[in-house]
C-alpha cells in the first residue's frame, strides 16, 4: 500500500462496484479548515429519524436545519423525531458523524429524502462511512442510486 492513500471505505467499495462517479475525500467538516473550493454549504449531514411508519432519512446541508414537520409530510408521517444516539449504531449500522445514504441503502429500505437545495449543485458532500471520511458526488447520482427524493426539508 503506498504510503498517503487511503483505505477505501466500505461507501466507496459499493460506489466503485457499481460504476458511480464519486470523488473521496479525507475531511472532518466540523473540525479542519475545509479545501478550497468546498464550503460549508456543499456538505450534508444524513440525518437518522423515526416516525409512526419507522426510520427515514434526511440529507440537509450542513448549514440548514432540519424541519421535521416537513419531512414527516413527505414521508406519510404524523411526525418524526431525531434517533436517541444511544439506537442509532443499531438503527442505520453506522455511528453519529459516520451515516450516509449509500450504506444505510445498502442494508435497509429507509425512506431518503434529499434537501432540494442540493439539485442546484454541481456536487455534494457526504459521509463515506467512516468519521472524518467523505465523498464528493453528483446529487442527481447519489439519489438515483439511493433512490432518494428531492424535497423541501429545511426550515
Known amino acids: 500500500m503506498k504510503k498517503g492513500k487511503l483505505k477505501k471505505t466500505l461507501v466507496e467499495q459499493i460506489l466503485d462496484k457499481a460504476g458511480i462517479a464519486h470523488e473521496p475525500l479525507a475531511l472532518n467538516a466540523l473540525k479542519d479548515d475545509l479545501p478550497e473550493g468546498i464550503s460549508k454549504a456543499d456538505i450534508y449531514k444524513t440525518l437518522a429519524l423515526t416516525g409512526n411508519n419507522g426510520p ?35 438503527t442505520t449500522g453506522y455511528v453519529h458523524g459516520a451515516n450516509n445514504p449509500v450504506g444505510i441503502r445498502q442494508k435497509h429500505p429507509f425512506p431518503i429524502f434529499i434537501d432540494e437545495v442540493a ?37
Open 56 to 90: 427515514v432519512i434526511g440529507i440537509i446541508p450542513l448549514t440548514q436545519h432540519l424541519s421535521e414537520k416537513k419531512l414527516a409530510k413527505v414521508s406519510g408521517n404524523k411526525k418524526v423525531s431525531m434517533i436517541p444516539q444511544k439506537d442509532l449504531q443499531k
Open 119 to 155: 439539485l442546484s449543485k454541481d456536487f455534494m458532500i457526504v459521509s463515506a462511512g467512516e468519521v472524518g471520511r467523505s465523498i464528493s458526488i453528483q446529487p442527481q447520482l447519489l439519489a438515483d442510486f439511493v433512490k432518494a427524493s428531492f424535497v423541501d426539508i429545511s426550515e
